[in-house]
Structure formats: C-alpha cells, structure tokens
C-alpha cells in the first residue's frame, strides 16, 4: 500500500514553454501533498505544500507564479513549471500524506530544459 | 534552528562490514526522524523511523540509536552490502508537518 506515482517520469521542453507534472496517490487518499525540488547530489527542498481545495502553501523564495500548484482532488496533485528556463532543469518530487500518517514519495520526474 | 546535521557526506565501506551515519538537530520539538534511502534517479524510499520516546529501534539489518539528551540519532546498517549502495537522508519533522532532511550520505560498499 501507500504508493505514489508521478507523471511523465521525465521529460523535455522548450524554454518559454509550460509544462505540467501530475502527482498522484494511487490506494489512498491524501489530505495533503507536497513537492520538492532536487538537485544533482542536493538534498531535497521543499518548494509548496497543498491541501485539497485550498491555494498551496509555498516556501520562501520559491515564486508561486511560476509554479502553479493546482491539488484538485484529494488524490491529484498537479505542478504546472511556467515559462520554464533552463535553469528550472531539476528533478521533481512529490509525496502525500494521508491523515495523521507520515509522508509517502514519488518517483520522481526529470525535467530537462533546452 | 530548523536544520538537521547529517555526516558524513560520503561513506565507503567494505561488504560485510558496519555502515555509520550520523545526525543531530537542534529543534527539540521535533517528534519524528525517518531515514530514506534513495537510488540514483529514484525518489526517495522510508527506510526506518523513530519517535523520541525510544532509543533505539531495529528492523531487519538497519538500526536507528538515539540520543535525546545529546539530540542526536543515527543509522547503523549491519552486514552492509552493495545492494546498500545508494545516498540516505536523515530527516525529522514535527507533528507529522513538513519534513526537514539532511544534506544526505553517499554510501558505496565495496564487494
């Protein structure tokens, strides 16, 4: 149980193009998700959290305008990368968390701008 | 305040032997400090997990002893192998809020 799948696993834009990473809890329901960003041989940091319904919660420095977090329904979570430059070229990761339990990871996702 | 010290940065150990990572934090009100392991191009995987009310706690060849004078915790894994090889983050949250990690260990066993 408690698995978390993301999609696609990676991908590559064009800068100036959008482009949008789902988050998902596949056998439960997660109250709240949350995403990360990591670097090459970097912990990982958390860029937002997200509560079903209600506008995410985003860390200092991290601009809500160019990551549009969008957590529709309490298994969806979906990060949209605006405008992306190459230096958004990362590696994503969400996890979710069901109600009073810890958090569970995805995969991950790639991201390569060119 | 909110930061958790995690070393050593890199780790290599000999197959069959005593990996080691350290961390300590100073947040007192921190109640939960998992361990992840996470493979190159992977998220990352809950490995193990305490709570402050014990001091240590074991599951399979992975240990985790803490230290809550000291506020301090660390990760034994016993008879490493080189399926172990792989980076691991310290971590600890609060009240199962946002989780803070370490800076990670790249652990390699050598065969």
């Known amino acids: 149980g408690a698995v978390v799948s993301q999609h696609p696993s990676r991908v590559i834009c064009k800068s100036g193009t959008s482009v949008k990473i789902e988050c998902r809890s596949l056998?439960?329901?997660?109250?709240?998700m949350f995403w990360y960003r990591q670097f090459p041989k970097q912990s990982l940091m958390l860029m937002a959290t997200?509560?079903?319904?209600?506008?995410?919660?985003?860390e200092q420095g991290v601009e809500k305008d160019k990551f549009l977090i969008n957590h529709a329904s309490l298994t969806l979570s979906t990060l949209t990368v605006t405008s992306a430059h190459p230096e958004d070229s990362s590696f994503y990761i969400c996890?979710?968390?069901?109600?009073?339990?810890?958090?569970?990871f995805g995969p991950g996702t790639r991201l390569l701008v060119l | 305040q909110q930061q958790v010290k995690q070393s050593p940065q890199s780790l290599i150990v000999q197959k069959g032997g005593i990996s080691i990572i350290n961390c300590a934090y100073e947040?007192?009100?921190?109640?939960?400090f998992p361990w992840y392991q996470q493979f190159p191009g992977k998220g990352p995987a809950l490995l193990i997990a305490?709570?402050?009310?014990?001091s240590e706690k074991k599951e399979g060849r992975f240990t985790i002893s803490f230290n809550k004078s000291a506020k301090q915790f660390s990760l034994h894994i016993m008879d490493s192998q080189p399926g172990d090889s792989a980076t691991y983050f310290c971590?600890?949250?609060?009240?199962?809020?946002?989780?803070?990690f370490g800076k990670g260990t790249r652990l390699h066993i050598l065969p």
């Open positions: 996890s979710a968390r069901p109600a009073g339990k810890t958090q569970y």
């Open positions: 056998d439960f329901q997660a109250t709240t």
């Open positions: 947040n007192t009100a921190f109640d939960y």
């Open positions: 971590a600890a949250s609060f009240r199962d809020d946002k989780i803070i």
């Open positions: 997200s509560n079903e319904g209600s506008k995410a919660t985003y």
């Open positions: 305490i709570r402050p009310d014990v």
